[in-house]
């Protein structure tokens, strides 16, 4: 019997941990919901450590590359952290990343400069957000 209640208040407590996000636009909780049951908690605490290791220094690389005049580099790693951010509902990096890549095929590079620093801003929301995603689900 403990043990069955241990088990509920601890689900709930990793729902909360979850839903709280909907007070959030950084990350979009149905997105952490739908990995939730994927692959369990576990599967979103990967992919948040994912996210932040790798996102991060290709965001870099990619204000590295505009900064050096490489729009071709610039594109795959705004691709990249397109890819990163879709698959745990950072809405506003991915469309932010996506506009960066669109722009950057085209050769337009006169609006990237801001989006470049709207996308840092936003990079750096999620991360926050996801952060504490991660310290609510971890046991």
């Not at 979850?18 to 369990?40: H, M, Q, Y």
């Not at 450590?49 to 990619?62: R, V």
């Not at 698959?87 to 400069?113: D, F």
Request: hydrophobic share 40%; aromatic share 4%.
């Amino acid at each position: 019997m403990i043990a069955r209640l241990s088990f509920r208040l601890s689900a709930r407590w990793e729902d909360a941990a979850i839903s709280d996000t909907r007070e959030s636009e950084a990350v979009d909780s149905k997105t952490l919901d739908r990995l939730r049951n994927l692959g369990g908690n576990g599967l979103i605490v990967k992919l948040i450590d994912l996210f932040s290791s790798y996102a991060e220094p290709t965001l870099i690389k990619g204000v590295q590359a505009f900064d050096a005049g490489d729009l071709e580099e610039l594109g795959r790693a705004a691709h990249s952290v397109k890819s990163s951010a879709c698959n745990l509902g950072a809405r506003e990096v991915e469309n932010l990343a996506s506009a960066i890549e669109q722009l950057a095929a085209k050769g337009e590079s006169t609006p990237i400069k801001q989006l470049l620093a709207d996308l840092q801003k936003a990079f750096a929301r999620a991360k926050e957000r996801l952060d504490e995603v991660k310290k609510g689900l971890m046991p």
